[in-house]
């Protein structure tokens, strides 16, 4: 079993649409979570960070649940230029600190 | 910002080589990954304070050093064909906070 699963995708979707990302992680020991953005042949960039409170910021909304470690990420009104590679980040562990991230899921939103 | 050099390198099996990164200003903490293609990255090591603080699957002849100017480098050696991917540098005040990343070095090794 891989540390952190995303859904594999592509997600094809019109402008406008609902869309929803989910990951799970297998270590809870798991101390802090992001969601990254990454574009065709750039670097991740940050999106969100992720709390067990919820996270919203306009259209973006995340959400941690350490009980099932699941970590989520609901993207609303979907813009052409929300197209990208969306990565789940888990920081921490046992036995020396790691960063892992998902696979990534790629989205694609069309006119 | 986060940069890194070179942004293309090409090498051949066996050779050794190093990648360069400078972290954001004050930040104590600098990470590298690989990245192959249609894969998210790979954690390759992680620097606190000039102090290996973690470690990834990567073999011992993956290494790296932390500089006090906020600069570090990844040294590779034996490279094997595998080795050829984007590797990504990112920074961050402490471990486990956000990272920042630079655009990554691209090694082609043939």
């Known amino acids: 079993r891989k540390e952190v699963e995303q859904d594999p995708g592509p997600f094809n979707v019109p402008e406008g649409a609902t869309v929803a990302f989910n990951c799970t992680y297998s270590n809870s020991a798991s101390q802090s979570f992001f969601w990254y953005r990454q574009d065709c042949r750039k670097e991740p960039k940050l999106l969100m960070s992720v709390y067990s409170s919820g996270n919203e910021d306009g259209r973006f909304t995340a959400q941690l649940n350490r009980a099932s470690q699941y970590i989520s990420l609901l993207i609303r009104d979907s813009k052409l230029s929300d197209s990208a590679t969306y990565l789940c980040v888990v920081n921490g562990g046992t036995g020396g600190f790691k960063t892992i991230f998902g696979a990534g899921t790629r989205l694609f939103v069309k006119a | 910002g986060v940069t890194q050099s070179p942004t293309h390198l090409i090498k051949t099996r066996g050779q050794q080589v190093t990648l360069r990164c400078s972290s954001q200003s004050g930040h104590n903490t600098v990470s590298w990954y690989q990245q192959a293609l249609g894969q998210g990255p790979q954690f390759i090591f992680q620097?606190?304070?000039?102090?290996?603080?973690g470690r990834g699957n990567f073999p011992p002849r993956f290494s790296g050093l932390q500089f006090p100017n906020d600069s570090s480098e990844l040294n590779v050696n034996a490279l094997e064909l595998d080795d050829s991917a984007l590797y990504l540098c990112?920074?961050?005040?402490?471990?486990?906070?956000?990272?920042?990343f630079g655009p990554g070095t691209r090694l082609t090794v043939l």
């Open positions: 990112a920074s961050s005040l402490f471990p486990g906070e956000t990272q920042y």
């Open positions: 620097y606190y304070r000039k102090e290996e603080n």
